[in-house]
């Protein structure tokens, strides 16, 4: 089933967003073990939100179809020297909700991403994704997206 983009709102997420937000990013195998969306919410969300909306090359965006959350998303837009300066917008934490999965909902989420990053000036759009969402990977392959570059992390 394919949802119509119309029927979606997106906008910058709000505090009264985030028990939705942390449900979504706890709710696969990964997030499992590092996310916690018990009510009270830990602190830490709410301190890394309002640094978020502080933050003008930020932006935690929600999926919203018929008032609830069903998406969401933090773009970031990188100035850098190469490319003579050009901009990237970086997108993370891309979740759906589990019931809203396979309507559409995700490529509709990021064909509007990649229409924000170029609002921009973004020349690039980049995302990473962990190894073992395979899922995932052919997700943002149909989406145009190629796997050109190798990543690497360091937990501190």
Not at 93 to 120: F, N, Y
Request: glycine share 8%; aromatic share 6%.
């Amino acid at each position: 089933m394919t949802v119509a983009p119309a029927t979606l709102v997106f906008r910058d997420a709000t505090e009264a967003d985030l028990p939705a937000i942390v449900a979504m990013l706890a709710d696969d195998h990964l997030g499992a073990a590092r996310e916690d969306a018990s009510l009270p919410l830990h602190p830490g969300y709410l301190a890394a939100f309002r640094a978020i909306a502080a933050d003008p090359n930020q932006r935690l965006v929600v999926a919203a179809r018929g008032g609830e959350v069903v998406g969401t998303m933090q773009l970031s837009f990188l100035p850098g020297l190469s490319k003579k300066g050009a901009w990237r917008g970086q997108v993370e934490a891309v979740r759906i909700a589990a019931p809203c999965r396979g309507q559409g909902l995700g490529a509709a989420m990021m064909r509007w991403a990649v229409e924000a990053c170029r609002a921009r000036g973004c020349a690039t759009v980049q995302l990473t994704t962990d190894k073992s969402r395979k899922a995932a990977h052919r997700f943002y392959d149909r989406l145009g997206f190629k796997a050109s570059h190798e990543g690497y992390k360091l937990s501190l």
